[in-house]
């Protein structure tokens, strides 16, 4: 674990937040924080090389489970968390809803609603990356593969496709497929920009994680267009716990739990 920031006790009083980053609608809750004065710590859990730079110290690496989260809870005198973590983080949600339980500190998800199929939709859904796999259990196509650098070679068992990779990251080694192509490349991304790659790559199928937000949707609308089919991966079920959907619905819950938010 990489820290790039300790706090020393924060007044009870002024909010002192831990921010458990991952997605956009966490670096605009940052900066946001950080134009209100706010105190506070941007964790990502080390997943992307080159994480976006945030208004707020941030951190980097895993915390050590539970055990470590309470730890540094209480060593950096956080007061509250919003988790804002991509939605297929689950396990990092329910580290957090079990160590803010413990340690007594309040806990908040701010939360993408998820993609729904609409008309002209062409949705085959599936509910974890296995099932992906074994959905491109076919003949060969080309396929979009948008799942992660981490779940690449998941995809192994089916070496007959030829595979364009879009990534934050280059890939580390070599790629577990033996026809594929690599583009870096950091969203948000536009409908008309997905339309013309997938246009020019001849892609016949598209695979996503329901991500939800708009920041990756380009694809979904582009694939609707194209009248591609799209294999959908269902979202985990999270953690039982109190979610909003928008930045300012965060700080509505901070001004009501006690704190000074110098309003």
């Not at 609409?118 to 599936?126: A, T």
């Not at 089916?158 to 870096?184: C, I, M, S, T, W």
């Not at 409908?191 to 997938?198: G, I, K, Q």
Request: hydrophobic share 45%; charged share 20%; glycine share 10%.
């Amino acid at each position: 674990m990489v820290s790039h920031a300790v706090f020393d006790g924060a007044s009870a009083m002024e909010p002192n937040l831990l921010i458990l980053a991952g997605t956009s609608e966490a670096t605009a809750l940052a900066r946001v924080a950080a134009e209100r004065g706010l105190n506070g710590v941007v964790s990502f859990a080390g997943r992307v090389e080159r994480p976006l730079r945030q208004p707020l110290p941030q951190r980097i690496g895993g915390f050590g489970g539970v055990d470590g989260l309470i730890c540094f809870l209480r060593k950096a005198s956080i007061t509250h968390v919003i988790d804002a973590t991509h939605p297929f983080a689950v396990q990092m949600s329910r580290n957090a809803v079990a160590a803010c339980a413990r340690a007594g500190v309040p806990l908040l998800a701010l939360t993408r609603p998820e993609w729904q199929a609409g008309p002209g939709d062409r949705w085959q859904h599936v509910t974890d990356i296995p099932g992906a796999v074994l959905a491109l259990d076919r003949p060969r196509a080309t396929v979009m593969l948008a799942v992660g650098r981490m779940h690449l070679a998941d995809f192994a068992p089916n070496p007959q496709h030829r595979y364009l990779l879009r990534l934050v990251d280059p890939p580390k080694g070599p790629l577990p497929f033996p026809d594929a192509e690599v583009l870096v490349d950091r969203g948000p991304f536009e409908e008309a920009a997905d339309r013309a790659l997938m246009e020019r790559h001849g892609i016949e199928i598209v695979v996503s994680k329901n991500a939800g937000g708009t920041g990756a949707y380009a694809k979904i609308a582009a694939a609707r267009a194209l009248g591609l089919p799209v294999i959908m991966i269902d979202r985990p079920t999270p953690p039982a716990r109190l979610e909003v959907h928008d930045v300012a619905q965060v700080f509505d819950w901070l001004a009501h739990s006690g704190t000074d938010l110098g309003v």
